[in-house]
């Protein structure tokens, strides 16, 4: 392999707990966010100066919800303020009251938007090797009291679809699909968005495709477009009637030029992230005590995330050791979902919230990684960052005895 040299030499670091130079100079953040053509960008912010028409169903919006709804194959695209707002617009406008059956491995939004509704949620175990709500277990979970399934395709990995819809027919369960993570994915030659009575995005500045803030409700039926578009919209049906409790979830005319600005570039965005996820799928190969997440080969991915698993036995160091030592090397990296969504103080006194009958989640946390990947990463950034892990293990006594993780 080319660079072997420097590979060696790289290992025989001293890692920066135990008092050597930091890997990098200055931190590498877990992602940053894609920047827009500049003039791009600015042409489409004078037109809207110079229009005055800042928000409430602009052109700009329209355009970007026609954009996005051909790139994903979706009946229709309505932007959303953001990814917890669509949450909350998409449980509404499916009428869902009572229970929710959910994932604890989560961004909390996902959660908080189901309490935030006054609805309560009922947690399930996932599937180790996917990462995602387990279809049996939303079998067993579900009661007379359930409305709806919530479950979140995981780093862009598709839940597995075709089980929960079995699932969710015998139960008479409506589905909302927290897609946050899953821009452009597809699955058995279908859009991810295909599955689901709805599913949503988020737009946020840390999401593999944004506009700085915002998000998306997809959908199929006009039916449902016209309930999403009242309920963004304060519920207002004309100038005589405002129908149900509809809420601000519009988006901006400003946030939807950098999303149209930033459009274009998107598959070079994942080109980028492929090849970079490519790289550090080599360079992992065969560390011993790495594992990793499991994607169905009938998909096509969009290179979201890069999260390892650790094994702290077979790779000499724990989750919490390495998150540590890591960033001492000024390599950010972040522990996405630690702790669970189920552990917050607000539901952990739920019986579903109970450790006991979330192992595997439980389990995952407590090993789970993410690693820097966005576009702009260099590949030798990725060599450096492997370097650094192997180093750490290289130097795995000395750093255990040095990295307190008050666990
Ligand atoms: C980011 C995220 C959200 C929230 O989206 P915002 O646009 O930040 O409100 C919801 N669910 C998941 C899984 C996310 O990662």
């Known amino acids: 392999m080319a660079g072997y040299r420097t590979t060696v030499l790289r290992h025989k670091r001293t890692p920066a707990v135990l008092g050597g130079a930091p890997a990098f100079s200055a931190p590498i953040y877990v992602t940053r966010p894609r920047l827009p053509n500049e003039s791009d960008l600015f042409d489409l912010i004078r037109g809207l100066l110079r229009s005055r028409w800042l928000t409430n169903d602009g052109a700009l919006v329209r355009a970007l919800e026609e954009r996005l709804r051909s790139r994903l194959g979706a009946g229709f695209c309505a932007a959303i303020c953001n990814g917890t707002t669509a949450l909350q617009v998409a449980l509404r406008s499916l009428g869902i009251d009572g229970e929710v059956i959910t994932t604890p491995f989560t961004f909390p939004a996902t959660v908080h938007a189901i309490t935030w509704m006054g609805l309560t949620p009922v947690f399930c175990d996932i599937d180790p090797a996917s990462y995602n709500i ?17 479950p979140v395709h995981v780093f862009g990995n598709p839940c597995d679809v075709n089980a929960i819809e079995r699932v969710t027919a015998r139960h008479g369960l409506r589905t909302v699909y927290d897609c946050a993570h899953a821009f452009g994915v597809s699955y058995r030659g ?25 998000g998306a409700i ?18 207002i049906v004309n100038e005589e ?6 809420i601000n979830g519009k988006l901006s005319e400003l946030h939807a030029a950098m999303g149209l600005a930033m459009l274009p570039s998107i598959d070079d965005e994942i080109a980028q992230r492929r090849q970079l996820t490519e790289r550090y799928l080599q360079r992992i190969d065969g560390i011993p005590g790495i594992r990793l997440q499991r994607f169905p080969v009938d998909m096509v991915r969009n290179y979201a995330y890069f999260t390892i698993e650790v094994d702290t036995d077979a790779f000499g160091l724990s989750r919490d050791q390495l998150h540590k030592a890591l960033r001492a090397e000024n390599i950010m990296v972040r522990k996405y979902f630690s ?3 189920s552990a917050n103080h607000t539901y952990r006194d739920l019986p579903t919230a109970d450790p006991s009958y979330l192992p595997n989640a439980h389990r995952l946390s407590t090993r789970i990684l993410s690693l820097p990947l966005y576009g702009d990463l260099q590949l030798d950034d990725v060599d450096r960052i492997i370097d650094a892990v192997l180093a750490l293990q290289a130097a795995a006594s000395g750093v255990r005895r040095t990295v307190s993780t008050g666990q």
């Open 241 to 246: 009637e405002v129908r149900g409790i509809g």
């Open 134 to 150: 387990d279809a049996d277990a939303i079998d067993a979970a579900a009661t007379g009291r359930s409305r709806a399934v919530l």
């Open 339 to 341: 702790p669970l969504a």
């Open 218 to 235: 997809v959908g199929r039926t006009a039916a449902l477009l016209e309930r999403v578009a009242l309920l963004r919209n304060f519920g």
């Open 190 to 214: 279908r859009p991810i968005t295909d599955w689901g009575d709805l599913s949503i995005l988020s737009l946020h500045a840390t999401k593999l495709f944004h506009t700085v803030e915002g």
